[in-house]
């Protein structure tokens, strides 16, 4: 047994030292042989690597602000521009007072009301320094609670202040970076839009997401910010954040607050919600079925390219058969088998292919590299998977399309093959 396990050790080495061989003899031929190869593999590594890091980038986003967060919104969300329905044209805005109902519907959960407004127009100052258009929130005293937001630096609005509609302010980090570069921003006093807050506190961090910056806003009490901007309200209402208080509530948060806004909003039995529910999960699933759809035309782009690829070591492999059909001739005669025939010609074959599925990890590799330095906000990343899988690929394109090229040189007639100039 390890006679002939040596035996076909021997033989193997043999013959991919031979296919070394000749691929450097025809270093042009075999160049442009696998170039399909190389492609395929490469548009394989490089879009799982770039929608891997999007996807784990968007993902840790979404449940950075909190993964048993409820979101009860006007309308559906959306991926893209997508007109509104007829029925969601008709849809009333979310109220505060809703808020207050599912409060009192929902003791084991917090409910927080959001209306943000993001225009050019907006400025916020200190002196002279003003900062770069940041967006405002309008909100209460559950936010923190609800969006998963803790504090950085002072406080955050109290129930009082809430109530009796303060005048008073919590900063993002990149505003507060923007126009308090260099003291301590509590106590002191910012303009928006020409009116005067006082701030009370500064929000932690939270870095870059989804191509903005989270960090660049303010964040004002309801009633205050509806003074203020009382066009934003009527025309879009507000938003209602929901967080459990435990995690297993979750399921029956969702039903109490459906069943208290359908009563609310006079829903009839036999008709759909007119609101949208949106969860983390949620999002995350609409995101990796759209992620999904752009990956499968990729890695269908990528077959054609190995397909092609596999045509040119078919032909190669059928001409370099010709070629060597006295070759052949002379290694049957003096006792090769059919399988030793095959097996020559396969294993060409296959370091053909895995030469170019090595060459395509690699470039993959590199522009996944290349990606994330140029853009820090899309880590790329590369699942141990996805070389591995090129590989493979790129070996059984080898002995897919080099099979009918060996076997039909083992079937050549030896006297025949002997005789062919």
């Not at 005067?196 to 004002?220: E, H, M, T």
């Not at 990796?288 to 054609?304: K, N, Y």
């Not at 699942?383 to 040189?409: E, H, N, Q, R």
Request: some cysteine.
């Amino acid at each position: 047994m390890n006679a002939l396990l040596a035996l076909l050790r021997r033989g193997f080495v043999s013959n991919v030292v031979f296919a070394f061989t000749s691929i450097r003899e025809h270093k042009l031929r075999s160049g442009l042989t696998i170039l399909g190869i190389v492609v395929g593999v490469t548009t394989v590594i490089a879009m799982v690597a770039i929608v891997t890091g999007f996807n784990n980038n968007v993902i840790g986003n979404l449940q950075a602000f909190g993964a048993n967060r409820i979101e009860i919104q006007k309308y559906e969300e959306r991926f893209g521009p997508q007109p509104l329905t007829d029925e969601e044209k008709r849809r009333k805005n979310l109220t505060v007072e809703d808020a207050e109902a599912l409060r009192l519907a929902m003791p084991e959960a917090t409910v927080s009301t959001l209306c943000s407004y993001d225009d050019e127009e907006v400025k916020v100052k200190n002196g002279n320094l003003v900062t770069n258009h940041p967006y405002i929130v309008a909100t209460d005293q559950f936010y923190p609670t609800a969006t998963a937001y803790s504090i950085g630096r002072g406080r955050f609005f109290t129930a009082a202040e809430v109530e009796r509609n303060a005048i008073v302010v919590v900063l993002g980090s990149e505003v507060k970076d923007a126009i308090f570069p260099n003291e301590d921003p509590i106590g002191k006093d910012v303009t928006v839009n020409g009116l005067r807050y006082r701030v009370v506190g500064v929000l932690a961090k939270k870095g870059a997401q989804f191509g903005y910056s989270p960090d660049n806003k303010i964040v004002l009490p309801h009633g205050t910010f509806e003074k203020q901007f009382s066009a934003r309200v009527r025309l879009h209402g507000v938003n209602l954040n929901i967080v459990p208080k435990k995690t297993e509530d979750l399921q029956n948060v969702i039903e109490k607050s459906v069943e208290t806004l359908r009563v609310r909003r006079r829903v009839p039995f036999n008709k759909p919600n007119d609101f949208a529910i949106v969860t983390p999960d949620q999002l995350i699933s609409q995101f990796r079925a759209i992620t999904g759809g752009v990956t499968g035309a990729m890695v269908f782009i990528a077959l054609i390219s190995l397909v092609v690829g596999g045509v040119g070591v078919m032909n190669i492999m059928l001409v370099s058969v010709t070629q060597r059909t006295r070759e052949i001739g002379i290694r049957k005669a003096v006792g090769a088998l059919k399988r030793d025939i095959v097996s020559q010609f396969l294993v060409e074959a296959v370091t053909l292919t895995s030469i170019g599925g090595v060459i395509g990890v690699l470039l993959g590799i590199l522009i996944s590299v290349s990606v994330r330095a140029a853009v820090p906000s899309l880590p790329t990343s590369i699942p141990l998977w996805s070389p591995v899988l090129g590989l493979a690929v790129s070996m059984t394109v080898g002995i897919f399309f080099g099979a009918y090229p060996a076997v039909k040189a083992s079937r050549l007639d030896p006297i025949e093959a002997l005789r062919y100039e």
